[in-house]
């Protein structure tokens, strides 16, 4: 079992930037891929980013490449992403999330519904 607690959101002008964390407690870090999504206003969760037990893989939804950035830091159980270039479509609730696979996890998937824990999710509002 794992807990994930967000943090780093807030209101920021477009073309800002903001750099979410994730601290993760409970389990074995690296035993699971870390994860960001988010769901704006009206719309359905959506996958942002994802990265390998040991950042060496990570993916990207095409709205966000070569603007966010995701990793991890497995000596202190944290995830970041980094996100540049914001724009007002980036507003959203994001959420942490994570997906166990046991030893070295290295498989990224994008669907939801298989990461077994979440964060409570962090409010990025991004004003034009």
């Known amino acids: 079992q794992v807990q994930l607690v967000e943090s780093g959101g807030g209101l920021v002008q477009a073309g800002g930037s903001l750099r979410l964390s994730c601290a993760a407690s409970?389990?074995?870090?690296?035993?699971?891929?870390m994860g960001w999504f988010r769901r704006a206003p009206g719309k359905e969760r959506e996958f942002v980013a994802a990265?390998?037990?040991?950042?060496?893989?990570?993916l990207y939804t095409d709205s966000v490449k070569g603007r966010f950035t995701i990793s991890r830091d497995n000596a202190k159980n944290t995830v970041y992403l980094q996100m540049n270039t914001l724009k007002p479509e980036d507003t959203a609730v994001y959420y942490c999330?994570?997906?166990?696979?046991?030893?070295?996890?290295?498989?990224?998937?994008?669907?939801?519904?298989?990461?077994?824990?979440w964060g409570q999710g962090t409010q990025v509002t991004v004003s034009s």
């Open positions: 999330a994570a997906d166990y696979q046991g030893f070295r996890a290295n498989i990224i998937r994008k669907d939801p519904g298989r990461y077994n824990h």
């Open positions: 409970g389990s074995t870090f690296s035993s699971y891929i």
């Open positions: 990265i390998t037990w040991d950042g060496g893989s990570t």
